[in-house]
């Protein structure tokens, strides 16, 4: 049972007949305060509420179905809410409710903001190579998590994946509880080749092709098989029969491992991608390791040669942040140590050498005592 419900999921019954939101909207919906309207998908079949829980205060996201002309929807919307419901995980929306509103299904989700990778695709957010991957792992580990329970495709795409202030990642739309239109994400961008055959039902290997799509174009700013201008219709002809240009001559600093993880994610026939999302996991914690090896090395290089350079703060700021690599980097920790030392010599070396400067300037004042105190 959801909180908040007095009934189960399954107990629920499909609406009688097929029922319209009302306009205007009422200000409630269930026990929650609806403060806005924020979005609706294509046909306005599902809208979407900013809206205060009047029991918590607690700010919320309503996901309303407001078409249930086909039965079979409404039991999808029920049931894709109902399956990401069960999880507890930190890169998965978390779902509060799963009510009814005058004969129409919603869910009551949390609120994360307006800010999502597409916006940060969109306004070339300034990160390294290293940022990007963290977040692209922690989006790995939510489409895990959805796929395992029991959510077969959600329908991967930029908008669908929120970010807060540190760059974490979160899925917050799925299924049918998706968004379009206005700035959102058109769906056909990250549609698999497969999709476009009629009558296909979308699965997860759907989901491992747009994540390739979604990680192209986060990592290189520019959409694998869509140019500037490009027609829906252009687009679908580009993911049908083109190949996209190199990962690593758009970006020259990226491993070959993820180069062949990301397009291997885009391969046009099913059975050459990867069939699940735990071995994507698995290849791309492998090459998060790589990059945070490498940066480490670059950095030891460099601490180790300006520690020598006189009059020089960067030592401190540069051996930083390989001294803040996670316990799990095998070389992070004696580097640190080494560092510390060494910055330790530098920094008893300079005191030695103003005590001794003070000293003379004091002995050629004829002030001996004082002179003798310093050392």
């Known amino acids: ?44 079949r599902v809208r979407v509420f900013r809206a205060l829980d009047r029991d918590t205060g607690r700010p919320v996201t309503l996901k309303l179905l407001a078409d249930v002309t086909d039965k079979r929807r409404g039991d999808r919307f029920r049931r894709e809410v109902a399956c990401v419901a069960k999880l507890r995980h930190p890169n998965v929306v978390a779902v509060y409710e799963l009510g ?56 991967l795409r930029p908008s669908a994946i929120a970010l807060d202030s540190d760059g974490s990642a979160t899925i917050h739309e799925f299924g049918v509880v998706r968004l379009s239109g206005g700035d959102r994400d058109d769906v056909g961008r990250y549609a698999a080749p497969e999709e476009f055959t009629t009558g296909f039902v979308a699965d997860s290997l759907c989901d491992v092709f747009a994540f390739g799509v979604v990680c192209y174009e986060f990592l290189t700013g520019g959409h694998p098989f869509r140019g500037d201008g490009a027609s829906a219709s252009e687009t679908m002809i580009s993911i049908l029969h083109r190949e996209p240009s190199s990962l690593r001559d758009l970006v020259p600093e990226c491993p070959e491992a993820l180069e062949r993880l990301v397009h291997r994610s885009l391969e046009k026939r099913r059975e050459l991608r990867y069939q699940n999302f735990d071995d994507i996991r698995d290849e791309t914690a492998l090459i998060v390791q790589e990059v945070k090896r490498s940066q480490a090395n670059t950095l030891w290089t460099d601490s180790r040669r300006m520690v020598g350079e006189p009059e020089s703060d960067k030592p401190q700021r540069v051996t930083r942040e390989p001294l803040q690599f996670p316990s799990d980097h095998d070389s992070g920790q004696p580097m640190g140590t080494e560092l510390r030392g060494l910055l330790q010599t530098r920094t008893a070396r300079s005191r030695v050498e103003g005590l001794w400067r003070r000293a003379d300037e004091e002995a050629s004042a004829r002030r001996f005592s004082r002179a003798v105190e310093i050392l």
């Open 100 to 155: 009814e509103h005058v004969g129409l299904p919603f869910a009551a989700i949390e609120h994360l903001g307006d800010h999502d990778l597409s916006a940060a695709i969109r306004s070339q957010q300034q990160l390294t190579l290293l940022q990007k991957l963290l977040t692209v792992s922690q989006v790995v580990d939510g489409v895990r998590a959805v796929h395992r329970c029991g959510l077969a495709h959600l329908g």
């Open 1 to 44: 049972m959801l909180p908040g419900n007095n009934r189960s999921v399954g107990e629920r019954d499909s609406p009688a007949a097929p029922r319209a939101l009302p306009k205007p909207l009422s200000t409630r919906i269930g026990k929650y305060e609806v403060e806005a309207e924020i979005g609706s998908s294509s046909g306005g």
